[in-house]
């Protein structure tokens, strides 16, 4: 009886701890990445605001990932959004909250079978000649306990998704 009394204190005192460090991690992340590509903000806003070419850059939605999606609202408008449906990593939707024509889009992505939800914003800065600097950044927030915890673990994984991310999309507007 006494070691079963010692493990559940001792279980206890592990989940406070457990409680108390998840308490004092941050709540909220963000990442932000760079990339420069050749060419003009204009045209990139055009592409990242019409999310029929989202399908053909975005690794995300490669075939094997996407079983079906929809897009719904006009291009380069508030409310246009994507809604997919995946095996791989659930059932979701983008859509525009918020725009500035050829400088800035915010996207709200939610996955709807888990209630979370990323702001994802870019931004897009003219350098010279033809080429443009986009700046992606991803905000969201982390789920107590779990999900503080879990981050720690997931912050270099998120970096390298971002990066190929970027990277396809570069290669997609340079090509157009």
């Avoid at 592990?14 to 992340?29: C, N, Q």
């Avoid at 045209?43 to 719904?72: A, C, G, M």
Wanted: no cysteine; aromatic share 12%.
């Amino acid at each position: 009886m006494k070691i079963l009394k010692g493990l559940l204190i001792g279980l206890i005192l592990l989940l406070l701890v457990f409680l108390i460090i998840a308490a004092v991690l941050p709540g909220e992340y963000e990442v932000q990445q760079t990339i420069d590509v050749k060419l003009q903000p204009d045209r990139t806003y055009t592409i990242l605001t019409d999310f029929e070419y989202l399908v053909n850059w975005d690794p995300e939605f490669s075939d094997t990932n996407i079983s079906s999606y929809e897009i719904r609202g006009d291009s380069a408008q508030l409310l246009h959004a994507i809604s997919w449906q995946s095996v791989a990593f659930g059932n979701g939707s983008y859509e525009i909250t918020q725009l500035t024509p050829n400088e800035y889009i915010q996207i709200l992505k939610e996955y709807t079978d888990s209630n979370e939800f990323e702001l994802i914003s870019w931004e897009f800065r003219p350098l010279r000649g033809d080429s443009s600097s986009v700046i992606y950044t991803v905000r969201g927030n982390l789920g107590y306990p779990m999900g503080r915890f879990a981050h720690l673990f997931e912050a270099a994984p998120i970096e390298t998704e971002i990066t190929a991310r970027l990277q396809a999309l570069k290669r997609f507007l340079e090509s157009q």
